[in-house]
């Protein structure tokens, strides 16, 4: 939408027109200064003329000296320009072929107010129009000759330009005659002639055969290399026909505007039919592109200019013959084209003007060359003077311009409009976001309660079957007078040990096994010490156990306690050696913790038997709870305990 209020069809439509004005008045500036930069002696404007109509059968070439005594005494004073009024039925109604009569118009000018210049001189006329051979004479000697040659034949376009002499010592002429050959009952129209040096008309000549050729071209083929470029568009996104629109408008443009192009191999009837019917085929693209902006299928109209294009490209067909006379029927025919043009743009315009700003444009702008096509018509059937521009050779630019605007929205909006879905993506994605770290926070909230709950719950029990039961069994003892201080004594010891493992298996020890054996050492070195017992320490490096946590730790260090602590109440061992190695499970891999004493041995599987192996059992249910295993190698020369931890631990 903030796209659209910047937006106006009126502003646009007017910055094109201005810069149409701005283009056209500085060539006129430019025209004008080319010959007011020359003296008034260095060129002769011709506004005066004496003029005859001849008639001739056939159409004969134009002889090669013609002297104006020779001709009929019947001559006329004429203004320049000259545009002869034209009776379009009675031209559409005369008849053709190499044996009908054909008119001779001529154009005598005197030079008697030229001066002699030092320079070469040159004839300059802005428009000769007529549809048969131009032929200038001076002082009766044939010195320019202009066949009918099919599509180059464009002399309404083409300004006259003859060089008279190259001879700059020989006198200037003093007479030119001028020879124009066209079909019976159709009219000449023609400009003011200039004459002067060539350098004081140069620049005149080469602005108008700029303005009224090259430059129109030059758009032409412009606008068709974009349309091309919608088409290759169009190929990759087949769903959008408003690129196949805009390649059609682009080649029916460049099609229509062939007589500006020279060198362009076709015959000339085929010729005349292409350049006719592309106009028809502008209309019908244009018809289409606008129903596709308002979305009304104006199907009653779709058949009419369909029905229309269709039957004129039939009756023209220069291999049917049923208007052979095509030229001459051809300024009827585009009124019929102008018409289709004005309704293109009126119907169109109603249905888009509320509903499509780019129709809007569309609508303008056919309604803009349309006139421009209306002021080209009234120009070719000199209704107004010879010596004006066809506007129509810039409707290219006009459509051109406008369809490109609308393209280019077309494709701004896209833009706009993925950078809005990008957006409104990006905020709900950081919406999503913000509520997924707030699920988080509130998961890692309630993980961390249960954690505590789990570890308060992990550690009650601990101290209820540990140091609970082992304080209970004491005070019963000590209630009932039937045990030792000594014993009392072992049993606090055994209840601080146990309390300071628990507070060990809080520690980090980042998966380190060896770490963790480590801390278990630091408490129990001390009481071997004092008991006379040797701790060989023969560990060695070991893989990471990632799933290490504090509740294995206490798993692990109270099996090793254990075992520790059955080698001080029963073997009366003198030395114990503690090992680690990687080992090798069975189908997964591990690392083996082996506690080794020499002392006295006992039965292993008569104490798993008996009430007083349950130490024993305990070791086991704590090693299955970390998915390992432990055994004993028992004899009367020691035991050797071990335990076999996995390296990954499946949970279950």
Not at 242 to 249: D, I, Q
Not at 512 to 538: H, K, M, N, S
Not at 566 to 585: C, Q
Request: glycine share 6%.
């Amino acid at each position: 939408m903030m796209q659209n209020n910047r937006y106006s069809p009126a502003k646009i439509l007017l910055a094109i027109l201005l810069t149409l004005l701005i283009l056209l008045t500085g060539a006129v500036i430019w025209h004008v200064a080319a010959d007011t930069a020359q003296s008034s002696a260095s060129s002769l404007h011709l506004t005066e003329a004496q003029w005859q109509l001849a008639s001739e059968p056939g159409m004969p070439p134009p002889p090669s000296i013609v002297n104006s005594n020779s001709l009929p005494a019947n001559w006329q004073t004429v203004a320049l320009p000259l545009a002869l009024p034209v009776a379009l039925l009675r031209q559409a109604k005369s008849g053709t072929g190499s044996n009908a009569a054909s008119s001779i118009t001529w154009l005598k000018l005197s030079l008697t107010g030229l001066h002699e210049q030092a320079a070469p001189l040159a004839l300059y006329a802005s428009r000769i129009k007529t549809d048969g051979s131009i032929a200038v004479y001076a002082d009766g000697h044939l010195i320019h000759s202009a066949q009918q040659q099919g599509p180059l034949w464009n002399s309404t376009r083409t300004p006259l330009w003859i060089i008279l002499g190259k001879n700059s010592e020989a006198p200037p002429p003093k007479e030119i005659l001028i020879r124009l050959e066209h079909s019976a009952k159709t009219q000449i129209a023609m400009s003011s002639v200039w004459i002067g040096t060539v350098e004081s008309l140069r620049g005149r000549y080469n602005v108008r055969q700029w303005l009224q050729q090259e430059l129109p071209a030059m758009l032409s083929a412009a606008f068709l290399a974009v349309g091309i470029f919608a088409l290759f568009v169009w190929l990759r996104r087949r769903h959008d026909i408003a690129y196949l629109l805009f390649f059609s408008l682009a080649v029916t443009s460049f099609l229509r505007g062939l007589h500006f192009y020279v060198s362009f191999p076709i015959a000339n009837n085929w010729f005349a039919w292409l350049t006719v019917n592309s106009l028809f085929w502008l209309v019908i693209t244009v018809h289409f592109y606008l129903r596709l902006l308002h979305g009304n299928p104006l199907i009653w109209l779709s058949r009419i200019l369909t029905s229309l294009t269709a039957l004129i490209a039939v009756l023209t067909l220069p291999v049917l013959t049923v208007l052979p006379n095509t030229p001459k029927v051809t300024p009827l025919i585009y009124v019929i084209a102008a018409m289709m043009g004005a309704a293109v743009a009126l119907i169109g315009g109603l249905n888009v003007w509320r509903r499509s700003r780019d129709g809007q444009l569309v609508a303008i702008g056919v309604g803009i060359c349309t006139l421009f096509g209306v002021t080209d018509w009234l120009l070719q059937n000199n209704f107004i003077s010879p010596e004006a521009l066809y506007l129509g050779s810039y409707a290219n630019a006009v459509a051109c311009t406008i369809f490109g605007i609308v393209m280019y929205r077309r494709y701004l909006n896209a833009i706009v409009q993925v950078e809005l879905l990008n957006a409104s993506l990006a905020q709900r994605l950081q919406v999503r976001e913000a509520e997924l770290e707030l699920s988080y926070q509130r998961l890692r909230e309630i993980e961390l309660q249960q954690q505590i709950s789990d570890e308060r719950q992990r550690l009650m029990q601990d101290m209820h079957d540990g140091l609970g039961s082992s304080l209970i069994s004491a005070i019963r003892s000590v209630d009932r007078h039937d045990i030792s201080n000594s014993k009392v004594s072992q049993i606090l010891k055994d209840c601080l040990d146990d309390l300071k493992l628990t507070i060990d298996s809080l520690e980090p020890v980042a998966a380190d096994l060896l770490l963790l054996l480590a801390t278990l050492r630091f408490r129990l070195e001390p009481r071997l010490e004092g008991t006379g017992i040797v701790l060989l320490w023969e560990v060695q490096e070991l893989p990471t156990l990632p799933w290490l946590d504090p509740s294995s730790a206490l798993h692990i260090l109270r099996i090793v306690q254990e075992s520790i602590a059955n080698i001080l109440r029963h073997s009366h061992a003198s030395e114990v050696r503690l090992a680690t190695a990687v080992a090798d499970g069975g189908a997964v891999d591990g690392v083996e913790v082996t506690v080794t004493d020499n002392g006295r041995g006992f039965d292993v599987a008569k104490a798993l038997n008996t009430v007083a192996g349950r130490g024993l059992h305990n070791q086991q249910r704590r090693a299955r709870a970390l998915n390992g295993t432990v055994s004993w190698d028992s004899n009367p020369a020691g035991t050797r305990f071990t335990l076999w931890l996995p390296l990954q631990r499946i949970l279950t």
